[in-house]
């Protein structure tokens, strides 16, 4: 059975990082997706493992040829998720995780229209801000920022199959967890894999040749 795409975007401060990474330690049959990037490795990553590392013409080349099924450009480097590489991993049977802005996630749905788009929320806006300022990492103006740019992406959340309200991280794991469970027993999904294994034709009956297994069957 060919594997499935979730996408997850967030806020920054809403724990979808943590939820994510809680999830690839759920199952051996899900992987977290590797991006293209052009900028250079670090440490230890390794290529096709961390990341795709490529120069940015070759980057551009692939946006050309309509190859990235979401972009971005952050602090002068690229980071891009190719539709070959995603068709690669679900044909094989992985559910693939996808850390994504809303703009890729709306894209990656237009490509792949059975993609599962998860949206995780904080609790509140006022307990956001207070995860951010927890964090220590920001300056004030830079958390002021973040809230302003939080705002716009929560408005996007309308456009999700799911919404996950993060006030308790075990909790949301759970609901992240279950979502995946269900969305691996959908009927159009389960439908594609009868079609497989049982020779039953899109309109429900068995093909000729599952036909003809069938009164052999019977005649024996």
Request: charged share 30%; hydrophobic share 40%.
């Amino acid at each position: 059975m060919n594997g499935q795409l979730f996408v997850f975007s967030a806020p920054s401060g809403t724990g979808k990082s943590t939820i994510i990474e809680s999830l690839r330690e759920y199952t051996l049959s899900t992987m977290y997706s590797v991006s293209h990037t052009t900028r250079p490795p670090r440490g230890d990553e390794k290529d096709g493992v961390d990341y795709f590392f490529v120069d940015e013409a070759e980057f551009k080349d692939m946006i050309s040829r309509g190859e990235m099924v979401e972009w971005a450009l952050v602090y002068g480097r690229y980071y891009g998720t190719s539709a070959a590489s995603l068709r690669s991993w679900i044909s094989s049977g992985l559910d693939v995780l996808l850390d994504v802005d809303t703009e890729g996630a709306l894209n990656i749905k237009r490509v792949f229209d059975d993609s599962v788009l998860i949206f995780i929320l904080p609790p509140s806006i006022e307990e956001l801000e207070r995860r951010l300022v927890k964090r220590g990492t920001d300056m004030p103006e830079v958390i002021q920022s973040r809230m302003a740019q939080a705002l716009r992406i929560i408005s996007e959340c309308v456009h999700y199959d799911y919404v996950i309200v993060n006030d308790d991280l075990t909790e949301a794991v759970k609901q992240a967890e279950a979502i995946i469970k269900a969305c691996r027993c959908r009927t159009p999904r389960v439908v594609r894999w009868m079609e497989e294994r049982f020779r039953i034709g899109a309109a429900g009956g068995a093909t000729e040749d599952g036909a003809a297994a069938c009164r052999t069957g019977d005649d024996e």
